[in-house]
């Protein structure tokens, strides 16, 4: 069985998103840390994202270039939605427009987790992975902390009810400041 990967950008305080301003992370990406990237999710049997992160991915992605974009775009996707979504009403892009569709988060990662034997990579918005880590199904955090403070916004893991102690297993410097950070829950 595959574990279940959430992988976000954070501020060097801790927000994956500004309640200001959307905070550009992409000013301390690189090509070493996207190559670096791509080899850890290569081999991934599914990326999972909430509908707002899958429309503004599938809009990106088919026509990017780079060490992830085959990843990306080869790799089957899964989007969350509670309310209902057809992604083919976002997208005709190849292997978006197909993505499957999960309404229950719990129930679906659950069941995900038998089914599919690679790893599960999940990206996404606030909503979606402050939920996502309420569900206790997360196996590893993959957290690129950016050289940027925002002082506010939303943290990934403010919504928690009690601590949650994690380990570090890898930690992984790029030249532009941004830092990989591989934790797994104790």
Known sequence: MGKLILRISVS???FIESSEEKVDFS???????????AGKIGNAGAHL????????????????????????????KIVFSRKGFDPSQVTSAKGWADAKVIGDMAEG??????????????????????NLVQTGL??????????VATGRGFGLFQKLEKPLYLKLVESKAFATGAMMNIYRPE
């Not at 990662?109 to 402050?130: P, S």
């Not at 997360?138 to 050289?147: R, S």
């Open 49 to 76: 994202m909430g509908r707002k992160a899958f429309t503004q991915l599938s809009s990106f992605w088919p026509t990017a270039s780079g060490a992830l974009a085959n990843h990306m775009n080869e790799i089957p």
């Open 12 to 14: 060097i305080d801790g």
């Open 138 to 147: 997360v196996d590893e955090f993959w957290l690129a902390t950016h050289p």
């Open 109 to 130: 990662l659950a069941d995900l987790k038998k089914q599919i034997d690679k790893d599960l990579i999940a990206h996404g918005g606030v909503e979606f992975t402050q």
């Open 27 to 37: 000013k301390s990406r690189s090509p070493e840390g996207a190559a670096w990237l």
